[in-house]
């Protein structure tokens, strides 16, 4: 730490009101009038305090006096009589000072007057370099960052060259420059600095291959571990190229115009494309970071001490798979959006009034718009994809039940809420378009075409006019559908799955509104609530139950396997499974130490990661997992104070076309299309 000169005696604490400087200062009798006015203006490294003097009082010097981020006390006298100002240097940035003047009258001093100033830089960097190669050269833009910047120092070496660094100075009124001479083919690391009177800013890196033709492209180059990256050989450039092979970590090579890979380890890797041009065999190298999770996050807000987390719900997709969407549940329901590709949070949107939620959302597969519920009536939101709330529908109860639904021209929404109403609601202006009590909590929603088919948490299911909720039809099973589950819908799209209490499966037929197989009993433990299912594309069917197995059986209910969970109760609660395009199933498991499982088709454990710790009661499931290019979402619950997470997962398998987590598209809009 840089002292200021003029410190006389920094042993010496200056007392609140009144203190002494030296042998010459001392509290002689009657106090003195302070300082008045005093402000503190802080700059960069420094701070400049003015202050003013009563009429007629005259000091003969002021002392100042501050302690530094180590807790050393400063003191100094400014050695000015007439001029009430002083500059304080060397101070540290981003450091808030209290900063005390006393003023001297001879033998006496004034009580001490403070200031606050917390000096910060204003040497900023360049924010927005970029850097574009071609032929021979690379291209840096910028905007300047401040007026005061006094010049630019550009460096850059060739990757395979690190130590042979180039350097350029620029003007301060410079905002591009083009670096010439280079190697194509090979990437180059350029750093830009910006000059102040004070020093240097901080640097700005980007990276650029000068080159004939741009030989690559690539969907992403920061991306996890198990997401497909999509590589693509420029072959409008290279019309005549042959032997394209691409070389990934481990040696493994692929071969094409166009290959997928996934990585299996995080950190920096570097892929080889090696091409024959002419005669000559060519080779780049692309850089890629891999990070460990597409999404790892459990920053929730919070309603005070309370931890927040997961249940009931599932995460959700924007049609175009860009972007994740899920709600937390406990005291306060936030919606939150995470990009998929880089997996950072983009935006969250916390609503007005404070509730928990058991209820999940749903996508509009139109204008993506995102809908959601609370426990508390009158609390059905519509938030637009930018995070900015649309409308508010206030007639329906708690929606601690179905997953709303949508139509193909995203146009009406439909809800069903724990009292049994259920509502459609025009999409644009968020108004009831009609309105129906069914008089039984609703478990389950589906649009297809003209009818709304809706489930209860009864034995009753009804067929509605999507257009008017005129009652169509209405069908009764021998169990009560599982409350917050869903149907599962097969390929013919008019066979329909529900899952019931008491470890029991039907299958319905939804266009002739017929029951086809009545409340099979299914488990072979304990009978307890079978969950929502999912299809497979062989036709398969997958469910969690609440006693702890998961099942597979054929499109008639019979059981071709099962697995039992980590514990003997509530294993796969309010699990909400997937299924990829090779038939492979995933789910996670809903108490202490649980697992995202991964079944073959024939039931082998293909993978069982641990999410979170053997013991600790916040890495538990008891919602759903969504599945989408090749990453597995996963929300936990949370528990004593610590927050549940949001893990994504790459396995590599994308889902499958079918039907999958409330929904059959990633938008969960439970529309059959």
Request: with cysteine; charged share 20%.
């Amino acid at each position: 730490m840089k002292k200021l000169i003029n410190i006389m005696m920094s042993a010496i604490m200056l007392a609140a009101l009144t203190g002494c400087w030296d042998d010459e200062v001392v509290d002689a009798g009657a106090a003195r009038p302070q300082v008045e006015n005093l402000k503190a203006v802080p700059g960069d490294e420094e701070a400049v305090v003015t202050w003013s003097m009563p009429q007629g009082w005259n000091p003969t010097d002021f002392i100042i006096s501050y302690k530094t981020p180590e807790s050393e006390t400063v003191s100094f006298r400014t050695g000015k009589l007439s001029e009430y100002t002083y500059t304080i240097g060397s101070l540290v940035n981003d450091y808030q000072y209290s900063l005390d003047i006393q003023a001297v009258y001879g033998n006496l001093i004034s009580g001490a007057v403070t200031a606050i100033a917390k000096p910060s830089t204003s040497r900023f960097p360049v924010t927005d370099l970029v850097a574009l190669g071609d032929n021979a050269s690379v291209t840096l833009t910028w905007t300047r960052p401040s007026m005061l910047v006094k010049g630019y120092t550009l460096t850059y070496f060739a990757d395979n060259a690190p130590a042979d660094t180039k350097r350029m100075d620029l003007a301060p009124d410079a905002e591009t420059v083009t670096v010439d001479n280079l190697t194509n083919d090979i990437n180059y690391t350029f750093t830009l600095t910006a000059s102040y009177d004070r020093g240097d800013s901080e640097p700005a890196i980007a990276k650029a291959m000068p080159t004939l033709a741009i030989p690559y492209f690539v969907s992403t180059e920061n991306t996890a571990i198990g997401m497909p990256v999509h590589f693509t050989f420029n072959r409008e450039a290279y019309a005549d190229a042959a032997n394209v092979t691409w070389t990934f970590p481990g040696d493994i090579v692929k071969s094409g115009d166009e290959v997928d890979y996934a990585f299996t380890s995080s950190g920096d890797h570097t892929v080889k494309l090696s091409a024959q041009i002419g005669t000559v065999k060519r080779e780049w190298s692309i850089g890629i970071n891999v990070r460990e999770y597409a999404v790892s996050w459990d920053a929730w807000v919070q309603d005070g001490s309370n931890w927040n987390g997961f249940k009931g719900t599932c995460p959700v997709f924007s049609p175009d798979g860009r972007m994740l969407y899920i709600i937390t549940f406990n005291k306060i329901t936030a919606l939150y959006a995470f990009d998929t590709m880089s997996g950072e949070k983009k935006w969250e949107y916390i609503p007005a009034a404070k509730s928990g939620s058991y209820n999940m959302l749903t996508v509009n597969p139109v204008n993506g718009d995102i809908y959601f519920g609370t426990q508390t009536a009158g609390q059905f939101y519509c938030v637009s994809p930018e995070g900015q709330l649309r409308w508010t529908f206030t007639e329906a109860q708690s929606m601690q039940a179905a997953a709303p639904a949508v139509n193909a021209a995203g146009t009406i929404v439909y809800i069903g809420d724990r009292a049994g109403n259920v509502f459609a609601i025009d999409t644009a202006s968020g108004s009831k378009k009609w309105g129906v009590s069914l008089g039984t909590q609703c478990a389950g929603l589906l649009v297809n075409g003209s009818e709304i088919v809706v489930g209860t948490n009864g034995t009753t299911i009804f067929f509605l006019n999507s257009d008017t909720g005129a009652e169509v039809a209405k069908l009764t099973i021998g169990k009560k559908m599982t409350d917050i589950s869903g149907f599962a819908v097969a390929a013919d799209k008019r066979s329909v799955y529900v899952p019931q209490n008491n470890g029991c499966m039907s299958k319905i037929d939804i266009i002739d509104h017929t029951v086809l197989i009545d409340s099979k009993i299914c488990t072979s433990a304990s009978p307890n609530n079978m969950y929502e299912p999912v299809v497979a594309p062989n036709g398969d069917v997958f469910v969690g139950s609440k006693d702890s197995y998961a099942y597979c059986f054929d499109s008639e209910l019979n059981e071709k396997w099962n697995y039992k969970g980590l514990d003997g109760n509530n294993a796969f609660n309010y699990s909400h499974p997937c299924v990829d395009t090779e038939g492979n199933f995933y789910i996670t498991s809903g108490q202490k130490g649980n697992k995202l499982f991964v079944f073959s088709p024939t039931g082998g454990v293909i993978s069982d990661s641990r999410i979170g710790s053997d013991a600790d009661g916040a890495d538990k499931q008891m919602g759903g997992n969504n599945l989408l290019n090749g990453v597995v979402y996963s929300a936990l619950v949370g528990d004593k104070g610590v927050n549940g997470k949001l893990v994504g997962i790459g396995f590599g398998y994308d889902r499958a076309p079918g039907w999958s987590t409330h929904g059959g598209d990633p938008c969960g809009s439970c529309c059959i299309k």
